[in-house]
């Protein structure tokens, strides 16, 4: 039997209720939307990218404390990082969630994943992982230039 | 789980004679033990558990009859058309429909209006014309219709809703104009429970010679429906919804609004005769039914109906609306709890939102007191934009539900509220 606990992590509550990086991002050259249309989760991410780095990165919209805390925790993870360490990082985060270790973790067996750990949980609850997904997928887009809201569907 | 039947929260639960218990022992699914804790199965508007009957009645075609319908000249054959046959008018019955012709099998209410747009919607609906919804339709009686006015290039009219969400029915008798072909209005809103004034829907669409179709799909499991008195042109619901099984419906249609209408499909069962030059249309339903049905589907529906009726609807109804108000009080004891859609008259459908807490986070919680909720927009998303919400809980209740289950929900949002609200 799963616990609640695992899910709801004190990380994750502190996150959602006192959500970190959430404005809008006046100088962001980057931005994104993503729609989960399952349960009506949607965001927005802004990111502002200069010489291959994440200078900064915020995000608005409406979800459920999963959704509002993986996307806090990302935009705190992904500030100041090289493009291609935040990429790493999304295939990190996506391999813990679908339970993936092996592909979770770099040759030296470290997860590289901090804080970002917390939503380990998640991945008992399968009706949840999409939203602790969705920010990640954004960002993906933002990076990639994308135009279209991205979904989780 | 206890129930409380005749207690001070319930008055006249004993009054009605239901025995909840004994009806609960019909349907298997609702004994076992979710997260370690005994479901409490509050999705109903969703589907509905089956009774004993249907599995049987379902286990014994698949054992016995099992072959094709009107074709063969062989015993099983004639036993599978005989029973799928017997199950059309036993649907007939039932909905009192004046001929076995008016029933078409489907696969759900969804497929049904389906149905209805492309064979009577493009016969009749043409550039400029004008089809009305409400404002509470699912998104089956949306997408449909908007497919068919972007096809036409006609358009789509909206019966608004107050704060309650009841139909604003000044501005639906100003929306039945001259372009009018059509009304398609939901008998009860999935999302919110709200009853509609059907008959009185119906009655000026007819002064104005427009025809209607009214989706059933959350009424037929709560309360008697007579399609004569209704006098609808057509009317849809699902199986799965009716504590039947899941891939049948039916489309009830006034026979001579049928008889006009072109086929929706083509392919065997649906002919009369066909050679490369010409194909003759069979007559009513099977100019409806190509290909070979979900047999085993409709025998299952019929046997899910009688059970129904075996129970008799009115109680049922009258057992669900002392739910409902038991519901409705414990939820406005709740601190933080909003009720979204509060009709003067409701189905027994409590959607809300808690204050702090998104339904999805509730939804989690809940399950894990082995409470089965809706978390989401309920294929609605008109309605949660009208009452400016992303989303609700919707807690749907059905003929087997308990007082005391309710008491279970309450407890869970409790906990809720303290988890992430705290």
Not at chain 1, 43 to 52: A, I, P, S
Request: aromatic share 6%; hydrophobic share 40%; with cysteine.
């Amino acid at each position: 039997m799963t616990d609640l606990r695992d899910l709801y992590q004190q990380v994750i509550l502190d996150h959602n209720k006192k959500p970190r990086n959430f404005r809008v991002l006046a100088g962001a050259n980057r931005t994104a939307d993503g729609y989960n249309p399952l349960c009506g989760d949607q965001l927005k991410l802004y990111l502002d990218v200069e010489d291959g780095v994440i200078k900064d990165a915020a995000f608005q919209g409406k979800g459920c404390a999963i959704s509002k805390a993986s996307a806090s925790l990302m935009t705190a993870a992904v500030i100041g990082k090289p493009v291609d360490e935040a990429e790493t990082l999304f295939h990190r985060v996506h391999a813990m969630l679908t339970g993936d270790v092996t592909a979770s973790r770099d040759t030296s067996g470290n997860d590289g994943l901090g804080k970002l750990a917390v939503f380990a949980g998640v991945r008992e609850f399968p009706s949840r992982i999409k939203c602790a997904s969705l920010a990640w997928h954004t960002l993906r887009a933002a990076l990639s230039g994308a135009r279209d809201a991205v979904t989780t569907e | 789980m206890s129930t409380l039947i005749g207690s001070s929260r319930a008055p006249g639960a004993a009054a009605t004679g239901w025995d909840v218990e004994r009806i609960r022992q019909d349907f298997p699914a609702l004994h076992q033990h979710v997260h370690g804790k005994p479901l409490v199965y509050l999705d109903n508007a969703a589907t509905s558990q089956k009774p004993q009957a249907v599995i049987d009645a379902l286990t014994a075609y698949y054992t016995r009859d099992n072959a094709n319908v009107h074709r063969g000249v062989h015993l099983l054959s004639e036993r599978a058309t005989e029973a799928y046959e017997n199950a059309r008018r036993r649907i007939q019955h039932h909905l009192n429909a004046a001929s076995p012709r008016e029933i078409v099998f489907v696969r759900q209410a969804t497929e049904a209006i389906n149905l209805v747009m492309a064979s009577f919607g493009r016969t009749v609906v043409g550039t400029g014309d004008e089809i009305v919804i409400s404002a509470l339709e699912h998104h089956a009686n949306i997408v449909p219709w908007q497919m068919l006015c972007e096809e036409k290039g006609a358009r789509l009219k909206v019966v608004p809703v107050d704060d309650r969400g009841d139909l604003i029915m000044d501005e639906y008798a100003r929306l039945l104009g001259p372009r009018t072909r059509l009304v398609a209005i939901t008998q009860v809103s999935n999302a919110l429970g709200t009853i509609t004034p059907i008959d009185e829907i119906i009655r000026l669409a007819h002064r104005a010679n427009i025809a209607v179709l009214v989706d059933g799909a959350q009424a037929a499991p709560h309360q008697p429906i007579d399609v004569q008195k209704l006098d609808c042109d057509f009317f849809v619901f699902s199986g799965h919804k009716t504590y039947g099984p899941t891939g049948i419906g039916v489309l009830y249609g006034k026979e001579a609004r049928l008889e006009r209408m072109p086929p929706y499909q083509g392919g065997g069962d649906m002919i009369k005769m066909v050679t490369f030059e010409k194909t003759i249309y069979n007559d009513l339903p099977y100019k409806f039914e190509a290909g070979t049905p979900h047999i085993a589907g409709a025998i299952g529906l019929a046997t899910a109906l009688d059970y129904l009726a075996g129970l008799g609807l009115d109680r049922i109804a009258a057992w669900e609306h002392q739910l409902l108000e038991h519901g409705t009080e414990l939820l406005q004891a709740e601190p933080g709890v909003r009720l979204i859609g509060t009709a003067r008259r409701k189905a027994a459908v409590l959607s809300f939102v808690l204050d702090g807490v998104h339904a999805h986070d509730v939804g989690t919680i809940l399950d894990h007191h082995g409470v089965a909720v809706r978390a989401g927009h309920h294929c609605a998303m008109p309605v949660m934009a009208r009452f400016g919400v992303p989303a609700t809980v919707r807690a749907s209740l059905g003929l087997y539900n308990t007082p005391g289950e309710l008491e279970t929900l309450a407890r869970g949002l409790r906990e809720a509220r303290e988890i992430i609200g705290g």
